[in-house]
């Protein structure tokens, strides 16, 4: 049977709230524990992909997210570009 990248996380066990603080500011104990998780980056492909818009997600807060997904968004904008005028 295949673990899910959840079974791996660091964050099993702890206490949830820790990764919903109130500001990004308060975010510091979540991502301390994101730092070292072996999963961080499916973690943060699993918030992206589902548009989790609450807590502290491989690392990334609400807000970082966000500009992930917006830098994402340009850079396939301009390799779509440099695809078409080749």
Same mark, same amino acid.
């Given at each position: +049977?295949? =673990?899910?990248?959840?079974?791996? *996380? &660091?964050? =099993?066990?702890?206490?949830?709230? @820790? ?9 510091e104990? *979540? ?8 999963? =961080? ?5 699993? &918030? @992206? ?10 690392? *990334?807060?609400? =807000?970082? %997210?966000?500009? @992930? @997904?917006? %830098?994402?968004? %340009?850079? %396939? &904008? +301009?390799a ?7």
């Amino acid at each position: +049977m295949e =673990r899910s990248w959840a079974d791996e *996380a &660091a964050c =099993r066990g702890l206490d949830p709230l @820790i990764f919903y603080p109130a500001t990004d500011e308060e975010a510091e104990e *979540a991502k301390a524990v994101c730092d070292v998780c072996p999963v =961080r980056e499916d973690c943060l492909e699993h &918030a @992206i992909t589902n548009r989790e818009h609450n807590g502290v997600w491989g690392g *990334a807060t609400e =807000r970082e %997210r966000q500009r @992930i @997904i917006r %830098r994402r968004r %340009r850079q %396939r &904008a +301009m390799a779509s570009t440099s695809v078409a005028v080749n």
